[in-house]
């Protein structure tokens, strides 16, 4: 059974103050992973799409990395504005396959 | 393009009444879901639908069936409302990239409330 674990549950960071939050994941065989922003209220946005270790991407003050076991997404210089849930979810390698989510980490960033 | 559209975007039900939840793409995508997400669970898979004139039960699919009526639209449907289905509910659609990773796109939700 494909598994992904986000770590923390919730981050509060200090605008400016970089951080990265870590989705670590089980899965047989790793087709895609996906990050995701959710503002409250709203459905999910999608982000990036990496596809092997070793893979980054990179949209504004956001970069997403890639390894056999986790992925991690860099918060750099954060501002209010990135506050919202970032959610994490794997696609397995096998026939057609759906996506796995993990719980979301909550960032808070304050002025 | 108004990408993935639901409705409604509100609704407060009876225990045992009935419902359909409604949902279009306009992004011509062979795929769609439906999700439900409570506090501290996450998103769960309730139905999808891989292609048109096909659906399959997802992690959470008592209590619902779905409808894929067209390539633009599956509609979800409660046919007897049970407090527990209390939930937003969001559906999905997704392209396929070329080493077959299905990149979805969600819609605004839907949020249920049953009494």
């Known amino acids: 059974e494909d598994q992904v674990t986000q770590s923390p549950e919730a981050l509060r960071l200090q605008e400016g103050e970089s951080s990265s939050l870590n989705c670590s994941y089980t899965?047989?065989?790793?087709?895609?992973l996906f990050w995701y922003r959710q503002d409250p209220g709203k459905g999910p946005e999608f982000l990036f799409t990496?596809?092997?270790a070793g893979e980054e991407k990179e949209k504004e003050r956001l970069k997403a990395t890639l390894t056999k076991k986790e992925s991690f997404l860099h918060i750099t210089a954060p501002k209010p504005e990135d506050s919202a849930t970032y959610l994490c979810?794997?696609?397995?390698?096998?026939?057609?396959?759906?996506?796995?989510f993990g719980k979301g980490t909550m960032l808070l960033v304050s002025p | 393009n108004a990408g993935v559209t639901q409705t409604p975007k509100f609704q407060v039900l009876k225990t045992g009444q009935s419902m359909t939840l409604q949902c279009a793409q306009d992004?011509?995508?062979?795929?769609m879901y439906w999700y439900r997400q409570d506090p501290g669970m996450g998103l769960r898979l309730i139905y999808y639908?891989?292609?048109?004139?096909?659906?399959d039960k997802g992690e959470v699919p008592n209590g619902y069936n779905v409808s894929r009526l067209n390539k633009r639209e599956f509609s979800l449907r409660l046919e007897s409302a049970a407090p527990s289905q209390t939930s937003v509910y969001f559906c999905?659609?997704?392209?396929?990239?070329?080493?077959?990773?299905?990149?979805?796109?969600f819609g605004p939700g839907t949020r249920l409330l049953v009494l």
């Open positions: 999905a659609s997704s392209e396929q990239g070329v080493a077959g990773q299905e990149t979805q796109y």
């Open positions: 899965v047989s065989g790793l087709r895609g």
């Open positions: 990496l596809y092997s």
């Open positions: 979810a794997v696609q397995a390698h096998s026939g057609y396959s759906t996506l796995t």
């Open positions: 992004m011509n995508h062979n795929s």
């Open positions: 639908s891989a292609s048109e004139g096909t659906t």
